[in-house]
């Protein structure tokens, strides 16, 4: 797999023999599969000391803070964390599960994991999407003459971390200043203007060219420090002109003077959602924004098996500040299950790409190498590999728990 490392060195200049790592395992799976990650780094020689930072639900309903300030002072100290999974919920949902005496004091409910990307500026977000020869899940394609095709799918998804829809900067019956600002835009006035204030809400899209300049430079430079041909910018600049426009103006013109050798593309999110089913193998590098930035890269980790192949870092090269972790959610409901039966394989691998940032490349190497030979041999698969449904007595019918495909993969070490 080719993993960018402007990231990696951000950390080269630490040479501590060992490392201090914050785990933040938060919601639901999100505790079981990064236990079983830890035992897989331990098995593979990385030496660490391991702190736990207090992030989630349990947190918000207890505190009204699911990102509590002791978390945001570990991280800043130690730098590198590693993240299970969070649960979220709506807002009135949010505000209903507090603690009584917490209650009706104005706390509204924000995401931990945007709250730490943007404390931190972790703007860069990389999630790669590589397919395991021998995954059951693959995606599959008929060919010609009804032959049955597999493509090799090898995607590097740069995503813009902090901006865009997840910026925050939102309302619901705007303030007077916020509406009239709004009023002064002509189509506001035509399509929305006789729209009581009260019964308007807005979600703004906010790009800056300072963070547009550096993800679309880390997607350049990963094209060209690990050979891939082309980058695309994944957006939808014949609609959303101002934001979407600036993004792939500035990559043309990045593209011309800097990297004329990689070939740029340009696709809508919309049109990239059917073209990667048709070629994924086409594609090495997309780069977008926030919102379809998390959205093709859901579709190509469909691809390669789902969410439980679908690992993420996100990271700021000057401060050296990383986060790790699985795309997939908390899913609560296999929580409370007595063997946990989720794939734990995104949240090792997301381990992996954290030793890719400070510069442990052996061991991410190693731990790869193992995870690749156990899906080959196809003898350990968990529920998601099996095609089942996820209920509590798949293990029973043969599917390898949580702690199973881990002990396989140590087995492998």
């Known amino acids: ?128 999407c590589r397919t395991y020869q021998g995954n059951p899940l693959n995606f599959i394609r008929r060919g010609k003459e009804n032959t049955i095709e597999e493509p090799e799918v090898d995607v ?51 790009f800056t060219k300072q963070a547009t300049e550096r993800i679309l430079r880390a997607a350049f430079e990963h094209a060209k420090n690990y050979g891939y041909k082309s980058v695309t910018v994944c957006e939808k600049p014949n609609v959303i002109r101002e934001t979407s426009g600036m993004m792939y103006k500035m990559a043309q013109q990045m593209q011309k003077n800097e990297y004329p050798e990689i070939e740029l593309w340009n696709t809508n999110i919309d049109a990239q959602m059917m073209w990667l089913t048709k070629n994924p193998e086409n594609y090495g590098v997309i780069v977008a924004g926030n919102m379809f930035g998390d959205i093709v890269s859901d579709g190509f980790a469909g691809l390669i098996g789902g969410l439980g192949f679908a690992c993420s870092a996100q990271f700021n090269p000057e401060s050296g500040i990383g986060v790790f972790e699985p795309t997939h959610g908390s899913a609560p409901k296999y929580a409370d299950y007595p063997v946990s039966i989720v794939n734990p394989i995104a949240m090792i691998e997301s381990a992996c790409m954290m030793l ?58």
């Open 156 to 206: 590097v998804i740069f995503r813009q971390n902090t901006e865009g829809l997840y910026g925050g900067v939102e309302w619901s019956n705007p303030g007077q200043q916020v509406y009239d600002a709004l009023m002064t835009h002509p189509k506001f006035v035509k399509n929305f203007g006789s729209t009581p204030k009260e019964e308007v809400s807005v979600s703004t899209r906010i």
């Open 356 to 413: 890719d940032f400070i510069d442990e490349k052996a061991i991410a190497t190693k731990i790869r190498k193992a995870v690749a030979e156990v899906i080959a041999e196809g003898k350990i698969r968990t529920y998601d590999m099996m095609k089942m449904s996820g209920h509590p007595d798949v293990v029973e019918k043969g599917a390898a728990s949580t702690k199973e495909m881990a002990d396989a993969i140590i087995a492998r070490l």
């Open 1 to 128: 797999m080719k993993f960018d490392n402007i990231t990696i060195n951000a950390q080269t200049h630490t040479t501590m023999a060992k490392r201090t790592i914050v785990t933040m395992p938060g919601d639901g799976i999100g505790k079981s599969v990064l236990e079983e990650a830890i035992r897989v780094l331990n098995a593979a020689g990385f030496e660490a000391d391991y702190v736990k930072g207090d992030i989630g639900w349990d947190y918000w309903c207890k505190e009204g803070n699911p990102l509590p300030e002791r978390t945001l002072q570990l991280l800043e100290k130690h730098k590198i964390g590693l993240f299970g999974a969070i649960t979220s919920k709506p807002k009135d949902a949010a505000a209903a599960e507090l603690t009584p005496a917490l209650r009706d004091k104005g706390l509204v409910y924000s995401s931990p994991i945007v709250g730490l990307r943007q404390h931190f500026n972790l703007d860069i977000c990389m999630r790669p």
